[in-house]
């Protein structure tokens, strides 16, 4: 169900020999370790119907690598085709492994950035689970700014501690303040990664303000080779160590980094300094293992993708019933990536709010745990390994007995 590529994109990608200048730190990059040509350029947004979900609007990623520090990026990006909505369905939060860790997350924020009385903004809030969340537990105010937030009824957010504005962060909010500044899965959606970080140190005249920021580490993608992690809204790609180096230029101390959730995400912690800081964390030190991860990546990535292409091929032949487990980003990502269409029947999804719609570019179903009687599985893709226990829990209750694999 996959377009053909088209030869005009293709070209276009082996002739962008011309160097791009890196948004993190500015200097000329040319290497490309990376191409899907013709993905969507949305993959947490669903569909409402299969018309709708293969018209969807395409385009190519082309990951870039600066060898001077370490970032990457789609150099193909096309800001003009992004356009959120208050349509997305983002939220993980249906996902009791996502809220006990998002709880845990809040607790460490509240307790170390002691926000008790405090006034804490998030930039990017979503649906402001988090901001609500952690607002309630350490007794703050908050403020969130998100283009995609939406108040609705019973999600918790309805809150006097709390406003939002429902806009894009940028320089017009530098007059905005705030105890704690607050950005989880945002930074990898900003295409000027820079620009971004400097103006929220234009905002951050204190250097009490604690700026607390979490984001998908690029180096685990890089090391499994995990092309399902690479998608078009993700313009921007972060090892904890481009992370730092990035914040360290704009003039903050970073004062701890971590690794969270399995290892998928960074935890950085940083306050303003007066200028530019030199690195100090043991994390920050990744670049020569940056160089070579890229060295080896677009090898490994190519194996795996033919290894599950076979191997969804072939139990497809067999007559075995295929479903993906997740109808986020992931999944997305994997069948455009793979141009898979028949072979798999569809993606499962405990949110109410994806199932009965269909995902961008093959126009899979997203369904509820509970059709899978209709149509039992005999093989369980899980898009993210963190949930193959909470899975697994819901496939037996249901008493389905599948093979269950993670990616
Ligand atoms: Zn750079």
Redesign the pocket.
């Known amino acids: 169900m996959l377009d053909t590529p088209d030869l005009k994109t293709d070209h276009k990608h082996s002739a962008s020999k011309t160097p791009v200048r890196?948004p993190?730190?500015a200097?000329d990059?040319t290497e490309t370790i990376y191409h899907v040509p013709s993905i969507p350029v949305h993959s947490c947004v669903l569909l409402a119907s299969v018309e709708e979900a293969l018209a969807f609007p395409r385009r190519d990623l082309t990951l870039a690598f600066?060898d001077?520090?370490g970032?990457l990026f789609n150099r193909d990006f096309d800001e003009d085709v992004m356009r959120y909505s208050t349509d997305f369905e983002e939220s993980q939060h249906f996902s009791g492994t996502f809220n006990s860790f998002a709880r845990e997350l809040a607790k460490e924020v509240a307790d170390r950035c002691s926000v008790s009385g405090k006034h804490v903004l998030e930039i990017g809030c979503g649906k402001g689970e988090f901001l609500a969340e952690l607002c309630k537990l350490g007794g703050a105010t908050g403020l969130g700014i998100d283009p995609g937030y939406r108040p609705d009824e019973g999600r918790g957010t309805q809150d006097e501690a709390l406003e939002f504005i429902v806009d894009h962060f940028g320089p017009k909010y530098e007059h905005l303040s705030a105890d704690v500044v607050l950005c989880r899965h945002t930074l990898e959606h900003i295409p000027h990664v820079a620009d971004f970080i400097r103006a929220i140190r234009g905002m951050t005249d204190s250097d009490e303000t604690w700026v607390v920021f979490e984001t998908p580490d690029a180096k685990r993608v890089l090391d499994e080779a995990a092309f399902w992690d690479i998608y078009y809204e993700h313009c921007s790609y972060f090892s904890p160590g481009a992370h730092a180096r990035l914040f360290r230029q704009e003039g903050f101390e970073v004062t701890d980094l971590q690794l969270v959730y399995d290892h998928q995400y960074i935890v950085q912690y940083a306050k303003p300094a007066p200028g530019p800081t030199g690195p100090a964390l043991p994390l920050e030190d990744d670049l020569a293992e940056m160089r070579q991860l890229r060295k080896s990546f677009p090898e490994r990535v190519r194996k795996l993708q033919e290894q599950w292409r076979d191997r969804i091929r072939a139990a497809h032949a067999a007559g075995r019933k295929v479903y993906l487990w997740g109808g986020g980003s992931k999944a997305v990502s994997f069948l455009t990536t793979l141009g898979l269409g028949e072979e798999v029947q569809g993606a499962v999804d405990i949110n109410p709010y994806k199932q009965g719609k269909f995902t961008p570019g093959t126009g899979h179903p997203v369904i509820a745990p509970e059709t899978l009687l209709d149509n039992p599985p005999d093989l369980v893709i899980v898009m993210n390994p963190i949930y193959v226990r909470e899975i697994g829990q819901t496939l037996s209750s249901l008493g389905l007995d599948p093979e269950v694999v993670a990616v």
Do not use: I, K, S, T
Request: charged share 10%; proline share 0%; glycine share 0%.
């Open positions: 890196c993190c730190c200097e990059v600066c001077a520090c970032f």
